[in-house]
């Protein structure tokens, strides 16, 4: 394959085209779901394949793409991604330049301490089987499942600048849910929440303790049909695990792409808030607040060592003591706005363009644990496990709901809540954060699973959080 | 493909111990995404993918293998044999689907060829010189499709369809302050396209949209949904009526067969040979699709049933899944139903919706593409985009006006597969559509 790319790089290297890339990349996935305790599906994907060749004409991208890979159908795509480019031209007013980046040459290969794709089959259904079984035994129970997605990506990366790379990554992404039914309704619990993914192999799975938690939301998803909901319109609130995950997702990560500011995912995914001129000034948090994007941290289900147009990976900070420094870029938007490129170009396969897409966001550790948090909580509540998300197209107005709260009362935690919802404005929300909690309480917490771009892609990337005190929220309490 | 299919028919009959049930697909896409007035880019990409599941009593593997050859695919099945029997049962599965008519659907036009390159370009071109006087730019996708699907299995289905569907997809945005307006056409058959129609009324709403700007404070307004609002409230909602939702115990509409719902006029159902839309033809098991009606006159029909949810809730299976939904019209002029609005809102698009709770149909989610003000019967302002959080159950309760035409409504499944899907639907007047917080921004 390395020759072929190489070929077909060769082929590229002409004066009519100012930029090429080429990708081949080959994708397995399985996965495993139980439903109420029964086997429902074993799938596999195993050894799909797909090249894209992209080229950059007239200061126009054409691209073209197939699942068959041999030297048979390389001309083709050339001509195909060229005359893309070239009619495409005709619709243009403003040309993407790239400036000359140096070339890279990389090869990683990360090895799972069990590696999914080596065992057998009968030995992670029994796994998964055994912690379908233990969530179904409770009459309450009217609905549960138990499920596994296990992926490997080996992926080749050159252009005609004389960058080469090559991957090969696992991920695991492991949840199991239960809902209950009961004379007020149903009520939910998933665990480990909505962002599960790591990278790794079926380590990921026995590192999350499964069987032991499997009781505690069965419990809990009994308990919340009875609980009491939000009834304060504002309330203090510390948001911890997987759900400050995905508010910082939601409301920094993807308002920070700079695609959205041009208005590339105006179309489907939508705009941001950020203006070019709010970059180094807009106060974004609070003081205490620093968040970075790092596609080099090779713990992480974001890391890339090079992305799909040749920038090495890195570390930037975005929010530097709550004001907004930089942002995610292309070498595109980075030219446009007077950034470096922040080696955040990603496509899901080698079948599709790279887009600019979130590696590992972060927000740096604070100081002190979650039991200190909680003590120095007089009223409040302790949210986690992502029921409801929703923001609006210019990442600015969101609200959430979780399966589950903890009413906090003079530094205890009293009682659980159902459904708390909160909601308010990016900006003001992370401006109110008035604590962090230290490295012990730090964990990264990924999905297989965030959406953009069209033809749509899906992504695999990560958060690194602590729990974290937001003062004076806006909740809605239950009509 | 045929001799492959061919291939297919003759590889099940060897494999008698089991049941196989066999998808092939080929796909192609010529896709044109623009921005600012220009190409961001043009894709071209073809795919070739086979999915099997393999059954044997109650015990079942599945994969998928592109560019499937038949040696890769008994390779598979000889991998599979070696642990089927060790797999625990699913007590739930009774047989894969048997609908045994050999049929071929679809039109053989590739629009992927039909329409090149240069068409969409010089098309976009027109739409972007119209717009640019009112200082507006384009963006969007113009998207053709070409499907050839197989489906095959050891009962003896042998279904064949081809489907290449056309979307064109165009948000006039201003330059000014990003006041955004929407326009769609979505179909299989490229000459029903009337380009002056189609600019006609994007400028109409590219007029509205130099409207001046306001704010709206929570409260629960009359409100007006125009034909892309409603039809996703409807997808949303259509969750609770399939069987897997019932199954799952998420269903609205568990226990309420034949129970009038919703007001008389409401009648909804699933069309998928409509040939004002794009067509679906069989489920993915190869059932054979019908018209469905799942609201009629208020009154909550039928669950849409795939073959396992048949067996497993012993009800009658229907194989629809909401490809074509069709919401029948009213009997109001869109003109009227603006006029009758004293202090209102009519919203274009929403985004990013959510479920809060499935069972009880509440969801959040934002107006977008254009929400503006109707005072006194007449759209006099822009309105910031705004949050709602409501009860489907509730909104459709609450309907009182439904107009006289319905719109084709194209959208895609942009998640995991590509697929363009088409809904049929009116605007509909809407009491106390409950707005929960403005986003004070456009």
Redesign the interface.
């Known amino acids: 394959m390395k020759e072929l790319i190489k070929k077909i790089i060769n082929k590229l290297n002409i004066p009519e085209i100012d930029f090429a890339d080429v990708r081949f990349t080959k994708t397995d996935n399985e996965g495993i779901f139980f439903e109420r305790g ?13 090249i894209g060749i992209r080229v950059l004409i007239n200061g ?9 890979v041999d030297e048979s159908v390389v001309d083709k795509l050339i001509k ?2 060229m ?3 070239k ?8 040309k993407i330049k790239y400036k000359v980046v140096s070339p890279t040459i990389i090869s990683y290969e990360f090895k799972p301490k069990e590696d999914p794709f080596e065992m ?3 030995e992670k ?1 029994n796994f998964v ?1 055994n912690i379908a079984k233990k969530l179904t035994q409770n009459p309450k129970i ?2 549960s499942y138990a499920a596994v997605n296990f992926y490997r990506q080996y992926k080749m990366y050159a252009n005609t600048e004389g960058t080469f790379v090559d991957t090969l990554l696992y991920d695991t992404s492991p949840v199991m849910f239960v ?1 209950a ?1 009961g004379k007020n ?2 009520q939910t619990r998933t665990f480990p929440g909505h962002m599960p993914g790591q990278r790794g192999g079926f380590e990921v799975l026995k590192k999350y303790r499964f069987e032991e938690n499997s009781e505690k939301i069965v419990k809990e998803a009994v308990d919340l049909l009875d609980a009491p909901t939000v009834t304060e319109k504002k309330s203090d609130i510390i948001i911890v695990g997987g759900h400050l995950a995905l508010q910082l997702h939601e409301s920094v990560g993807h308002a920070t792409e700079a695609d959205r500011i ?3 995912e ?3 995914a ?2 941001t ?1 950020i203006k070019p001129e709010m970059i180094g000034d807009f106060r974004y948090g609070s003081d205490i607040l620093n968040i970075y994007t790092d596609s080099s941290d090779k713990r992480a289900i974001g890391y890339n060592p090079v992305d799909d147009e040749g920038i090495p990976a890195r570390r930037v900070d975005l929010i530097k003591n709550g004001k907004l420094v930089d942002l995610q870029t292309s070498r595109f938007t980075a030219d446009k706005l007077g950034l470096k490129p922040s080696s955040n170009m990603k496509a899901s396969d080698a ?1 599709d ?1 790279p887009l600019i897409r979130m590696t590992n966001i972060c927000i740096e550790p604070g100081e002190g644990t979650l039991k200190d948090l909680i003590k120095d909580t007089e009223n409040g509540y302790l949210l986690d496990f992502t ?8 990442r ?2 969101f ?1 959430f ?1 979780t399966e589950i709260g903890w009413k906090i009362e003079n530094g205890e935690i009293k009682h659980i809540v159902k ?1 708390p ?1 909160y ?1 308010g ?1 990016t900006s003001e929300f992370w401006r109110s954060c008035d604590r962090i909690c230290g490295p012990e309480e730090w964990n990264f917490y990924g999905t297989f699973n965030c ?1 953009k771009g ?3 892609q ?1 992504m695999h990337l990560s958060h690194g959080v602590s729990p974290a005190r937001f003062k004076n929220i ?1 909740m ?1 309490p239950k009509e | 493909m045929n001799n492959f299919v061919a291939e297919l028919n003759e590889l099940i009959k060897k494999y008698p111990q089991y049941k196989l049930e066999l998808g092939y697909e080929s796909w192609k ?1 010529n ?19 086979l999915s099997c599941t393999i059954y044997k009593g109650k015990r ?8 499937p050859n038949i040696n890769e695919l008994k390779k598979k099945i000889l991998y599979a044999e070696k ?1 089927i029997d ?7 599965f009774v047989d894969i689907e048997n609908d045994k008519e050999i049929t071929k659907q679809g039109e053989i036009v590739d629009n992927t060829e039909k329409i090149n ?2 068409d969409k ?1 010089s098309i ?2 027109e739409l ?1 010189n119209a717009v640019k006087p009112y200082n507006f ?1 384009i ?3 113009f998207i053709t499709n070409y499907v050839q699907s197989f489906i095959i299995n050891s009962n003896g289905v042998n279904k064949e369809y081809i489907t290449s569907p056309i979307m064109l ?1 165009v ?1 006039a ?1 201003s330059d000014k302050n ?1 006041v ?1 307006v929407i326009e769609t056409y979505g179909s299989e058959d490229f000459v029903k396209f009337n380009l002056n129609d189609f600019k006609s009324r994007l400028l109409n709403k590219v007029k509205l949209a130099n409207l001046p700007i306001i704010d709206m404070e929570p409260g629960k307004y009359e409100v007006i949904l125009g034909p892309a609002a409603i039809s996703e409230f409807i997808q949303y909602l259509l969750y609770g009526s399939s069987a897997q939702a019932l199954d ?3 269903s609205c509409f568990q226990d309420k067969i034949n129970e009038k719902i919703f007001p008389e006029n409401i009648s909804i159902s699933d069309s998928p040979h409509n040939d004002r839309m794009i067509r679906f033809y069989y489920d993915q098991n190869g059932h054979t699709l019908k018209k469905l009606d799942i609201i009629k006159n208020g009154i909550f029909k039928n669950f849409m049933v795939d073959n396992y949810y048949g067996n497993k809730l012993k009800l009658k299976k229907n194989g629809n899944m909401g490809t074509n939904i069709v919401f029948e019209p009213g009997d109001k002029s869109f003109d009227k139903m603006i006029k009758s609005v004293k202090n209102g809102l009519y919203i274009s698009k929403l ?7 499935m ?2 149909t509440t969801v ?3 107006t ?1 593409d254009g929400t503006f003000l109707i005072k006194n019967g007449e759209i006099t302002n822009v309105v910031n ?1 705004l ?1 709602y ?1 409501i009860s489907l159950i509730d909104l459709l309760k609450n309907i009182t006006a439904i107009e006289n035409k319905n719109y084709v409504l194209p959208f ?1 499944t ?3 597969e ?1 697929f363009i899907l088409s809904s049929l639907m009116p605007s509909v007047t809407v009491s106390d559509f409950n707005i ?7």
């Open positions: 029964s086997l429902k599906s074993v799938s596999s994907s195993i050894g799909n394949t797909a126009t991208w054409g691209f073209a793409a197939s699942s068959k195909n991604a005359e893309s480019a009619e495409g031209s005709r619709f243009k007013w403003d057998d089959i009968e259904v089987g009217v609905h809902m039914a309704g149903v041009f208005g590339m105006i179309s489907y939508g705009k808030f079948s363009v029921k409801t998300w929703s923001i609006d197209d210019n600015n107005n609200q709901t459904e919802t909601y404005i959406g069209e033809p749509g899906i806006s809605l | 896409t896709f044109l995404r623009f921005f600012q007035s220009m190409t961001n880019y043009n894709i071209t990409k073809e795919v070739k993918k079942l593997f599945s994969f998928k293998m592109v560019n642990f060790d797999l625990p049962e699913d007590p739930d390159l240069k370009i976009l071109n972007s730019k963006y969007g996708t997809d948000k945005v990003q955004t799952t115990g998420n985004h990013y919706m959510n479920f809060i709770n069972k009880e959040t989610g934002l977008r985009n949050r959080t895609s942009n998640y995991s590509f929960t917080s403005s986003t004070k921004a456009i």
